[in-house]
């Protein structure tokens, strides 16, 4: 396995821009989590899909938000119309079928919101 | 309402000595339970998963316990290192294969 990525790992955008990131699971991975991370407090579960279906979305996830997994491999996150208070690390993490129990997190992608 | 508390400030110990790390939670009923460890500016990696159905796990020198009456699990390190120093984070699965509920952490520095 050579491990979860994600695109970008940083990320300053001004308030009111677009902005897209991108994740890479395990291969074979058919689970796939997104999560936001502000400092000092743990990951908060945003959204994950089972191959290209999204599953279940947290309330966190307003309507600016948007997150797809087209071919049931990589997937993106999208936030439109950015705001400071979107400013956080965004983390990845993927899961195998017969051991969906273990979560495998990338290194997350840090926006900073001006 | 639901909550998970680990400890709040920082552990400081000594190089060799166990670190043991709290997990508490109320209005949570996990079927698991799992353990990660954070480098700052990095994502969690994995560390020990316990079941509801488990006392204790081990892995080397780390040791797991999982109290579902006291609603509460324990993280040791034994024999700890400063290469231990990181953020540890508690987290709980509801159904397999779905999200975490993650505590906030506890930092941990173990001093030479």
């Known amino acids: 396995d050579t491990g979860v990525s994600q695109d970008p790992r940083h990320k300053i955008t001004k308030r009111g821009q677009n902005v897209t990131f991108r994740c890479d699971p395990i291969?074979?991975?058919?689970?796939l989590y997104w999560y936001r991370q502000t400092l000092g407090q743990g990951p908060e579960f945003l959204t994950y899909?089972?191959?290209?279906?999204?599953?279940?979305k947290s309330r966190l996830l307003s309507d600016r938000f948007s997150a797809e997994r087209p071919k049931g491999s990589f997937s993106t996150l999208e936030i439109q119309r950015t705001e400071q208070g979107d400013s956080a690390m965004y983390l990845c993490?993927?899961?195998?079928?017969?051991?969906?129990?273990?979560?495998?997190f990338g290194p997350g992608t840090r926006l900073t919101v001006l | 309402s639901q909550k998970i508390e680990q400890n709040s400030e920082a552990l400081n110990i000594q190089e060799g000595k166990t670190a043991t790390l709290t997990c508490n939670y109320t209005?949570?009923?996990?079927?698991?339970l799992q353990w990660y460890r954070q480098d700052p500016g990095r994502g969690p990696v994995f560390l020990l998963l316990?079941?509801?159905?488990?006392k204790e796990k081990r892995k080397e020198r780390l040791k797991v316990t999982f109290d579902t009456t006291l609603k509460q699990s324990l993280f040791h390190i034994t024999a700890s290192q400063p290469a231990d120093s990181a953020t540890y984070l508690c987290?709980?699965?509801?159904?397999?294969?779905?999200?975490?509920?993650f505590g906030a952490g506890t930092i941990l520095r173990v001093k030479s």
């Open positions: 316990i079941r509801e159905n488990e």
């Open positions: 209005n949570y009923s996990p079927a698991y």
């Open positions: 993490a993927s899961s195998r079928r017969l051991d969906t129990d273990t979560q495998y």
């Open positions: 899909f089972q191959n290209e279906a999204q599953l279940e």
């Open positions: 291969s074979e991975h058919n689970r």
């Open positions: 987290a709980l699965g509801m159904e397999y294969g779905n999200k975490l509920v």
